[in-house]
């Protein structure tokens, strides 16, 4: 069977500076949905485990071992499909909030997302824009200077094999923080996964 995490250092073409990620679109635990997590050493990073395949409104991305980072929450009475992420466990501390865009024909983009920190109005600065085909693992995360700071991408098996969609890789640049990086993935796959319309 093919390993599933990225290949060693000395197989590597990637720039020292980014890290590379592989995604797997599986939980852990059985009988659950999420992602499992690994970096370049074959090591778990991160892991998000939905006990209840039906609950898509409170995702929780936790660390190798176990530990809140970030509660990604759809927003409740909301028109549009708006998701807001949270600091740690509660829901005391909202960091980000985005936005599915919903006229996909005019925009390359999938979702703006907003940083809320600091933010007394709740409108905070458009951060990080999102661009690119989430069903074909091929997406783009600019910053606010509409520079490259994240990638996802399909990863390859030694011998141009596939895994498909459900594993792939996410490479992020030093100018964004990995965590915050794997939160932006979990939105896009809430927005634009397999139940919902994938651009």
Do not use: H
């Not at 592989?22 to 939905?50: H, P």
């Amino acid at each position: 069977m093919t390993k599933v995490f990225p290949n060693g250092p000395s197989s590597s073409c990637s720039d020292a500076t980014e890290t590379v990620l592989t995604v797997w679109k599986k939980s852990m635990l059985l009988n659950c949905e999420g992602f499992t997590v690994f970096n370049a050493d074959g090591n778990l990073v991160y892991r998000v485990d939905n006990y209840l395949a039906d609950n898509k409104g409170e995702i929780l991305l936790m660390d190798a071992a176990g530990s809140p980072l970030f509660t990604i929450r759809r927003k409740r009475l909301s028109l549009a499909d708006s998701w807001v992420v949270y600091e740690g466990e509660t829901g005391a501390n909202p960091r980000f909030s985005a936005r599915k865009q919903m006229n996909l024909l005019k925009s390359k983009c999938l979702t703006r997302v907003v940083e809320l920190a600091g933010s007394w109005s709740g409108k905070g600065m458009c951060v990080y824009e999102i661009e690119g085909c989430y069903g074909k693992r091929c997406c783009v995360v600019y910053d606010e200077k509409r520079r490259i700071v994240a990638e996802i991408k399909r990863k390859e098996a030694a011998g141009g094999l596939s895994f498909g969609t459900d594993v792939f890789r996410l490479v992020v640049q030093p100018q964004i923080d990995t965590t915050v990086a794997m939160a932006l993935l979990i939105l896009l796959d809430q927005m634009f996964g397999s139940s919902s319309t994938t651009p």
